[in-house]
Every structure is written in C-alpha cells, then in structure tokens.
C-alpha cells in the first residue's frame, strides 16, 4: 500500500470511469443514481487496491459491488417509500415510453442485475453466477421471472394498442 | 422469446454518453487515500489524535464565538465556529488540456539508460504494462520518440520480437503523456505496452528484455526469477506506446491548499427537513503551517442517493477569523452546518475546499420524520 499504488488505482478509476457508469446506467436507469453506485464501489475498490491488483480482475470487483450496492439500496429506500424515480436531466432515452422500459424499471434490481449481465454484458449463466455470488440455478430462475414479467407487460401493451 | 432478449440487448445499450462529474473522482481519490493513511497509523501504532491547533483556540476565544454552540463533551480542546458567510460557487478555470514539452536536451542514448518493469494496469480485456527508463548517466538528457524494437528473451535463451516500433504521435494515454521526456539524472521515463487478457490462460515469461533506443543501441533489461514479464494468454503485445511521463495528481487541481487533508465526522443518522451540525477536520501533515488566506471557501451537501448534489450543495467561507492557518504537523476541526434533505432515505454527504483537491464524504441515513414530529410546534 503506497503513493505508487495510490496512483495506478487513480489511472484506473480515471481510465474506467465512463465504462463503469454505462453498466452502472444499464442497471439503474439512471445516471444518478449511475454515479452514486459508482462512487461507491471504486472507494471499496481502492480500499482494497494492493490485493485486487495482483489477484482478481478489478474492474469485475467493481462491478460485482456496483451490482450488490444497487440491490441494498433499492432494498433500504423500499422500506421507506416507493416513488417512480424523477427523470435525469438532459437525456430522454428513444424507450422512455416504451412498455418494456417501464417493465424493465418495475423490476427487483436483483431480476433486473441478472439481465444486464446476461444481455448487456453478455456473460454466460456461469459467469453472471460468478459475478453475483450466487448459483447458476438462482441466475436461471431470476432470468426466467424476470422475462417472464417483460413478456407480460409487453403483450398486455400490445393488447391495448389493438 | 428471443424478440425480448433483442429489444432488451438494445435498450440497455442506447445509453446517453456517459456525463463527466468532476467531483466523483475527486471524492474517491480523496476517500481512498485517507484509508490508506488510516492503515497505515494503525499499523505503525500511531495514535491520530486530532490536534487543535493553539493558535485557533485563542482566536477562538477572542472571537467568543462559542456562546451558542454546544461543544460535545467529548471533545478535548475546542472546535471552530461555524460561520454563516455564503461564498460564490467556484468556477474553475479551464484545464489546460496536457501538451507534451519540448524536448530540452540532448537525446538520451542506449547506454545512458536502465530499464525496470513498472505498474501493470487493467483495462477493458486489456493488461498494461509500464516498462520504465530511467537516465542513469551524469547528465541530462532528452527521450523521444518510442522504443524502436522490444525483444524477449526467455529463460531458456530463446527469443522473441515483441514489437518493432510505436504508435506513433503526441496524445494523451489513460497512464500518462505521451512526448519528449526532459530527465535529469536519476529521473524516469516510461512507456507502456498493451497485451490481451481475454484468454482462459497461458502467459509467456521473459526473464530479459531489450529495449531499442534509436540507432544508439538497447537498453538490456535482465528481470529477477519472481518477476518476469508475462505476455499475458501467450497473444503477443497488441500496441506499443511512445515515451512520456506518467501522470501526477496534481495534473488535475494545483493549489496550496491541496497539501490538506480534509476528514468529516457526520452522524450516521440524522432527522430529515432538520439542521445537521457536523465537523471537518483539515490536518496539514507537512512541516509548513498552510494559511488560510486569501479565505478558502467550501461547497457542501447532503443529497438522497440518486440525484445530483447539485441543487443542494451550498458554499461558505471557512471561518478564517478564528483560524487564520492550519499549523505545521497539526489539524483544526471546524464546525459545520447544512439542511437534512425532506426526505427519509439514503443520503450521500460531501465537503470539499473550492479549487483544490481537499475534499471528504460519505453516506448517511436520513430518518423519516416521526408522526408526533411533524405536527407542527407553532400552534
């Protein structure tokens, strides 16, 4: 632990940054909440810098705390209260309105972690298993909910467009 | 099924360009290199007790500033007064983007120079490593350009080229400047190779490598038995990059101040829509008191995680009167205050010194407001 390592810590979290706050967005939805997520896993990363360094792959620890951050988080401010996020400033994503965007928004973090691994990431179960700390049957079993809620919402829209 | 999955592969990918906060980096930087300060006392069995400076104190008193604060009794000497003078919100003056020097001496030859592994980094399926050049000779000299050649050499004698040439051009890299590097003796350069990790294993260790200087020969590099160069999943090394210098932190924000450490002691729980007091610690490590003149301000906050600090960061002058300086080897705490968000839920805080890289923070919980909290007083 010193100066040296301090800085290659700083030139990865600066080289980084954009990359983690996209995966950080594709989890969240929100670039806000994006760079709180992010904020936070480099700090528990840096802290532990001399370790990951050597032995694990870093970005992939970030990331694995980003996943987990977001999961408590979203648990802690359920227990308070529920409200639809406000939009960010500046960007309106092409699928605001669309229905699978707002399906996508109603899922647990913990479903909607599962898709972005898969399909953002694209890793395998085994690896989005890995990633989480979980089996790979939890990964399969939050996968299929999840896109079984998608499907639901989707075809519900569809019908109501008829 | 697989319509879902290809809707879904795209909306995740159709992402506004990632925005540039400046702050968020500042914070982790600034949060990572107290716990490694933290670690280290610890284990060298230090006590970081914080010192009021005496200065302050009588200051302090002078100013009678602690008539309406409650000092905690914990507290052994005394904080600064909060003081209520709003300052101008800091707009810092653009960055000069980094331009390589001009080259200032005489090229650096081959023999002039010795070579060492430097950091590796990670990168998106990428491994870098730093290969350092420091001048070695009795003078100055100038290195430009980019290593001509890289061979390996391995245990068993045989050989590799590992690369001819660089990419070529003055730019910035992720680790550093790319350009002339002006060495005095004992000073470094570096230059930094890229090699694919995206393999399931297999390295190639080197014990030795040559680096080319130009027509002046190479530089011999003979790595110790636990610390080869391994070309990473045996791929080869996928760029080379001109020699430069590697960043510093102060690249970013240069000020006197910056010297400062900055150490936040917040409730971990505070009520919602109330006045948190909270104190800041500036410790000055150096031998060299730092004035507090002209005023430093500062900006805070306390905003629900998820949104931007934005709206609710606030700047204020430090309480220069009491505390004209940060003595020599010694810390002074300050009071603070700042408005709890309405709303219960989690709650990031920051605080950080306008125009310099002093800054702290963290989380906290805001608890909602009690039914017999909110009925209002006034009636």
């Given at each position: 632990v010193n100066r040296t390592q301090q800085l290659a810590f700083e030139a990865f979290a600066r080289a980084r940054l954009p990359a983690l706050l996209r995966f950080g967005y594709a989890l969240t939805g929100s670039q806000d909440t994006a760079a709180d997520l992010v904020q936070e896993a480099l700090v528990r990363t840096g802290a532990r810098w001399s370790r990951l360094a050597r032995s694990e792959d870093p970005e992939g620890y970030v990331r694995r705390v980003m996943t987990n951050t977001s999961v408590s988080w979203w648990r802690q401010r359920r227990r308070e209260r529920l409200t639809a996020s406000p939009p960010d400033r500046g960007y309106e994503p092409r699928y605001r309105d669309h229905a699978l965007w707002a399906a996508l928004s109603s899922l647990p973090p913990g479903q909607r972690a599962v898709l972005v691994l898969r399909y953002?990431?694209?890793?395998?179960e085994a690896q989005a298993a890995a990633r989480l700390g979980c089996t790979i049957g939890t990964v399969k079993s939050q996968s299929a909910r999840a896109m079984a809620t998608l499907r639901k919402a989707l075809d519900t829209s569809a019908q109501e467009t008829k | 099924v697989n319509d879902i999955e290809q809707a879904l592969r795209q909306m995740l990918h159709d992402q506004p360009p990632p925005r540039a906060d400046p702050e968020l980096l500042e914070v982790v930087y600034a949060r990572t290199r107290r716990r490694r300060r933290a670690t280290r006392a610890a284990a060298a069995g230090c006590t970081a007790g914080a010192v009021i400076a005496a200065a302050a104190i009588t200051l302090l008193l002078h100013h009678g500033g602690v008539t309406s604060r409650t000092v905690p009794a914990a507290s052994p000497g005394g904080t600064v007064p909060w003081t209520d003078q709003a300052a101008p919100v800091y707009t810092p003056p653009p960055l000069p983007s980094p331009t390589a020097p001009a080259a200032e001496f005489a090229a650096c030859t081959a023999a002039s120079l010795t070579g060492s592994l430097g950091d590796i980094g990670p990168g998106a399926g990428q491994v870098t490593q730093n290969i350092v050049l420091t001048n070695s000779g009795t003078a100055a000299c100038t290195l430009s350009g980019g290593p001509s050649t890289l061979t390996g050499v391995r245990a068993d004698g045989s050989q590799a080229t590992?690369?001819?040439g660089f990419n070529a051009g003055t730019q910035t890299q992720d680790y550093g400047l790319i350009g002339p590097a002006n060495l005095q003796p004992g000073q470094s350069a570096q230059f930094v190779i890229s090699m694919t990790n995206m393999c399931s294993g297999g390295t190639d260790d080197y014990s030795a490598v040559s680096i080319g200087i130009g027509t002046s020969g190479d530089v011999d590099v003979t790595l110790p038995a636990a610390g080869p160069l391994d070309v990473i999943?045996?791929?080869?090394?996928n760029s080379v990059s001109g020699f430069g210098v590697p960043f510093t932190a102060t690249d970013q924000v240069s000020s006197p101040l910056n010297v400062l450490t900055a150490t936040a002691a917040m409730p971990a729980t505070v009520a919602a829509g109330t006045t948190v007091t909270y104190t800041v610690t500036l410790q000055n490590p150096t031998g060299q008191a730092v004035a507090l003149s002209p005023c430093p301000s500062y900006t805070q906050y306390i905003s629900?995680?998820?949104?931007?600090p934005g709206s609710a960061a606030s700047q204020y002058y430090l309480n220069c009167q009491a505390a004209p300086e940060i003595p020599a080897g010694s810390s002074v705490t300050f009071d603070m205050q700042i408005p709890a968000p309405a709303a219960a839920g989690v709650a990031k805080y920051g605080w950080a010194l306008q125009g310099a890289a002093v800054s702290t923070g963290g989380a906290v919980s805001i608890t909602g407001p009690s039914a017999t909290a909110t009925a209002s007083p006034s009636s």
């Open positions: 953002y990431e694209d890793l395998t | 590992l690369a001819t999943c045996s791929g080869g090394v629900p995680v998820g949104t931007r």
